[in-house]
């Protein structure tokens, strides 16, 4: 929820005037940014208001809301703008804040003060962004920071970083840095929390409908948590990631791949210490129509703001399924204390005509066309760790995981309406 706000803020934040000739043509760019926005918005569970709107020759105040209503209690993002106007373009310079609003739903006096200190009487996020004759625009923008002791807790918190440039065809791009932050508290536990730095970057252009073409590049360098009390201490550890991923539309079909690699996560909870190591995964999509996945993002939003389904999405879960795509996983795979576990999949929805998430009977007539593949490797060694001991061993049971050697597979295959499990037929649920 708090990502959806903050991006649609962003959203504004960047206030696209595409073509600033005029001071005149820069208002209109402005007001025709903003009715989209709120267009673009309007089935979904954000609501895009006006605060404040003062205007002259060469200078104007905007000041909008970004408000979202969850469990009765509603959540408001103010952002401040100011818009220097000239004949060349324009100068905006931005404030994201918290909505005051916000402190009647909290009730602890100290928790209040503390809410208002760091949320309200400083900015979110703060920035300027330019925008030039053509209609190419700049924004640097930079997050809260603050280095503060209270009482027995010490916080540290170090700005994000964010650019973000464009034009008037929509292309996009984004650089943007976080150093981390810090959180020591003595009293009752002795508690210690690190974020480390982290990047991220990527190049494309979003359509309607909130879905971005292009590639995205991100990495971290870990997270940590460790407690210590009376009682055994509490351990977690996440180790330096990173990924990326690609989408682009080919014959107005939607074909994406992405990778993740995790070097190592380790916790230890009161039970055997567990250490999982080279931890990657990569996948690939293809075959959705652009334009219904489009209108499918649209109406899952409406249901978010209206809590039902309506019958324009029931239809774009049936197109989207009758229009058919493909899902691989090349590579998936673990390693649990030294033990490794690796996973291949494939699966492929042809096109078809049968689809109908209303009618049950259509659904199953899909099953005949499903094609699905599964290969996976394990460790023997992994019996003997107690943490998966009890599930691999029912896996081991049922016969879904078989004797190689020292080690264990599984294969399994679903297609023409048949599947197989190691080499024998499975009788399947319909």
Known sequence: MNKTLLISSLVVAGIVVAGAGTLLVTDRQIDKALAQLQENTASSPIVIAVREDQSSFTERHLVLTASIEEAGQSISLVL?????????????????????????????????????????????????????????????????????????????????????????????????????????????EQIAVSVRPMTFESEGQYLSGGLFLGEERFSGEGFSFNMTSEEAPVGYEIGAMTGQGTSQVIDERLVADGSFAMKNIAFNAGTEPVQLTDINLSFTMSGLVVENLQSLIQNLNSMQANGEPSPALMENVSQVLRDGFKMDLPQWQVSINGQRIALQAAFELPANDVADVSNPFSMLGLVSTLKYNAHLDVAGGLSELAVVAEPFNALMMTGVLVEKGADYQMDFILADGAATLNGEAVPLPF
């Open 80 to 188: 401040d703008n100011d818009i220097q106007k000239r004949p060349w373009g324009a100068k905006i310079e931005h404030r994201l804040y918290v909505d005051e609003s916000l402190l009647a739903q909290i009730e602890d006096e100290p928790a209040r003060a503390i809410f208002r200190k760091f949320f309200l009487d400083q900015a979110l996020i703060s920035g300027t962004t330019e925008i030039g004759l053509t209609g190419n625009y700049q924004s640097e923008l930079l997050g809260i920071a603050f280095d503060e002791v209270i009482e027995q807790t010490e916080v540290t918190v170090f700005p994000l970083r964010l650019a973000i440039a464009g034009d008037r065809t929509g292309h996009l791009t984004t650089e943007g840095s976080w150093q981390g932050a810090t959180l020591r508290m003595d009293d009752p």
